[in-house]
């Protein structure tokens, strides 16, 4: 391959290739040849902003005059984007069918919603029966958010000269992993290019008596890279970080660290319309926890009800509503084994509860839920702001609009760039704006200027 498409190579690159997602396609092609949008957008006669469109998915391109001048402009391999040859020959290397462009969303999975409600994180399930004015809107992350992520995944982060001690880099990741919890996201975006490069040297360095622990810190590391990326809905580099995660985990050797790898593979799958094979991926991780371990300590027992927990949402997601609370039962009778001191309480199953029953649409039992749970009782900041997400796209289920963004300035109040940064507390605003038609709800002109909404 020439060594200007290397790029084309990354497991990004790769899965958007198999699903036609050419958006992704030119973002990591402009990001390899270091353009910025701007740059980008005067070689080929499109807008910054258009441009930004088309790469995140808002505006495709079905066009094939328009594919194969973007292929030439970008340098991108016309095969990846389902075009044939200067001969009329079909390229077959990436398994895509040539035999028309893919303009159209890949064939979903049984089960899934045709409207794609469940997009962001079951947000717009939330909004069922609510008719949402324009399309999603644009997320508010500072630019160098994600240009930062995207260095790790193309390898242009600078790597330290010498390997990084091993404590020091176990404080690095604690400190990040303390960073998300708190939903400090730009924050932790930003630092994430060094500790990934550093934990990539150490593994890269281990000997045969280190590589071990070197793996897992790695592993952790992008473990976290794949969940500020979730956060932010970069879907196509969440499943790139997930690739990664997975090679650096099979040199750990701890079944607890694979299981969260394969818990967190399942909800990059679930977000790339694979629920199936998500579902799939749990249950098999929680089978492999249990005969590996027997689920003898509380930390396995733990783990176990994290996965069966994850599950039920995942069959909620695809309505499978008698699935979802038989896994949420036994998740719950995990959680009895394991004991709060392990990170698994009867708040994070009660936290699943509210989930899994507004995305089922039963609003009322989801208010019901989250009342009877007190936010303060959940341990970190990034589990509140789950709970007040809940709540108020569950309120807003049930029209009760004045309920649902007080719940909405909790969020805020409790996990800002929660709310600044992901589409559901936008989609919800702009729903209640819509809803508002008499101005009855004081303030939430003022909160969606502030958060970057669209009216």
């Known amino acids: 391959m020439d060594v200007g498409h290397r790029w084309s190579e990354l ?22 040849a270091r353009l910025t949008l701007v740059e980008a957008g005067q070689r ?39 075009l044939a040859d200067i001969d009329g020959l079909a390229f077959h290397q990436s398994g895509i069918a040539v035999d028309r462009v893919r303009g159209e969303a890949p064939r979903r999975e049984v089960g899934e919603d045709p409207v794609r409600r469940r997009e962001v994180l079951g947000g717009l399930a939330g909004l069922a029966g609510t008719t949402l004015a324009g399309s999603t809107p644009k997320l508010a992350v500072p630019p160098r958010v994600v240009v930062c992520l995207e260095d790790i995944l193309l390898g242009t982060c600078p790597t330290p000269a010498i390997p990084v001690d091993t404590a020091s880099l176990r404080a690095s990741l604690a400190s990040a992993w303390s960073d998300f919890r708190a939903c400090r996201y730009a924050r932790v975006s ?26 897992a810190n790695l592993t952790r590391a992008y473990h976290l890279t794949t ?37 967190m593979s399942a909800i990059v799958l679930r977000r790339t319309r694979h629920g199936q094979r998500a579902q799939q991926t749990l249950v098999d991780a929680a089978q492999t926890l249990d005969a590996s ?13 994290r996965l069966l927990a994850t599950a039920a949402y ?11 609370a038989e896994l949420l039962h036994e998740a719950d009778g995990a959680r009895r084994r394991c004991g709060a001191a392990h990170g698994f309480a009867d708040a994070d199953v009660a936290l699943y509860r509210i989930s899994v029953a507004r995305v089922l649409g039963d609003f009322g039992a989801a208010v019901q839920y989250a009342q009877r749970l007190r936010p303060d009782q959940l341990g970190s900041v990034e589990r509140r702001a789950r709970y007040w997400e809940d709540y108020a796209l569950a309120l807003h289920g049930r029209g009760a609009y004045a309920e649902s963004f007080r719940a909405l300035l909790s969020a805020e109040r409790n996990a800002p760039q929660e709310v600044r940064y992901r589409p559901w507390a936008q989609q919800l605003t702009t729903a209640l704006l819509h809803a508002d038609r008499r101005q ?13 909404a669209p009216a």
Request: positive net charge; proline residues 4%.
């Open 440 to 452: 009855a709800l004081p303030g939430l002109q003022g909160f969606a200027a502030r958060i970057g």
């Open 314 to 324: 995942t069959a909620a997601l695809a309505d499978r509503r008698d699935v979802a």
């Open 190 to 215: 930003a630092r994430l290019p060094q500790l990934v490069a550093a934990a990539t040297t150490n593994h890269a360095a281990a000997t045969d008596g280190t590589r071990a622990v070197a793996a």
């Open 44 to 82: 080929c006669g499109y807008s910054a902003a258009t441009l930004s469109r088309i790469e995140r998915g808002r505006q495709r391109i079905t066009d094939v005059m328009v594919l194969r001048r973007l292929s030439a402009i970008f340098d991108i391999p016309p095969q990846l984007f389902g």
């Open 227 to 263: 969940q500020v990326l979730v956060k932010l809905h970069e879907d196509g580099m969440a499943w790139s970080a997930m690739d990664r995660a997975r090679q650096a985990a099979r040199d750990a050797d701890d079944p607890l660290l694979y299981a969260e790898t394969a818990r």
């Open 293 to 305: 371990t027997g689920l003898r300590s509380a930390g396995d027992a733990a783990m176990y009800g």
């Open 11 to 32: 497991p990004e690159a790769r899965h958007a290739a198999a699903v036609g997602d050419f958006g992704t396609l030119l973002r990591v092609a402009r990001t390899a």
